[in-house]
């Protein structure tokens, strides 16, 4: 069977894949599209599972919030190098996922990984990573997805640049005004930079506090031998406090106050009594592109003098 340039672009449009990928699909299958899509994805995979051990810790966040503000939605991808990341294609595929996550009912990655893919439900969230990666011959990977709520207020997302990192805040507000909006931005911008680790302090466990206690008190001991119980105690809750000032985002410093003393807490405070409003920022998601991930090191005056060496 003539295998036509109009049945390449047809499949082309349908896979995402090259040209002459689907022409050779299309040859093979003798012209059946079904068939050459099923030879697409598979010889996708096959270039996945070659590229599967190569780190990939670049990439993309992305966080969609509704129209109404009620509900958010914050994936990560991850590509190996920034040059794809900068890529449309590759960030159109995030914005995607970020949609898909939207809608998404799965409870883990697994079961999201699993689901239809939205945009072609022939095919699952996988299938469409497997065809993105064919296409951009980079490992790709969905690492991570949240969602969040909140009925009695809004959420406020902020992007740092542009994508490498993303927070979402929870506002549960009875008034919402530009005020208020400007406020939640703020926040989100201070967890962006300030990496903070918990909302507040009643998020900490005990078990971590008296642990805390235990360590800071023996690093004490060592400084000061002879101190007494006091002193030394005065010296373990100065340093715990310190510590939950920096890991507690509202106990950190708020990064615009003018005094340098102010805290989150009284900034949002502040807000909500030049308001008139109940204002509780219940929790935030902050997201960091490649966060966690080792990444690999090149050095490549080692790896020549390798070569050389032979």
Known sequence: MAITAAMVKELREMS????MDCKKALTKTEGDMEKAMDYLRENGM???QKKADRIAAEGLCEAIVSEDGKSAA???????TDFVAKNEKFQQFVHEV???AMSTA???LDAFMAEPWKFDTAKSVSDALIAEIAVISENLKIR????MTEENGFIQAYTHAGGKIVV???VATDVINDAIVEMAKNIAMQAAAMRPKY???AEISQDYIEKEKEILLAAAKNEKPNANEKILNGMVMGRINKELSEICLQDQVYVKAEDGKQTVAKYIAEVAKANGAKIDVKGFIRYETGEGIEKKQENFAEEVAAQIKG
């Open 16 to 19: 995402g894949a090259g040209m």
């Open 46 to 48: 096959a270039k996945a």
């Open 74 to 80: 914050v994936v990560e991808v991850n590509s190996e």
């Open 98 to 100: 970020a949609e898909q």
């Open 106 to 108: 799965a409870a883990g």
């Open 144 to 147: 991570r997805f949240d969602k």
């Open 168 to 170: 979402l805040v929870d």
């Open 199 to 201: 909302n507040t302090r």
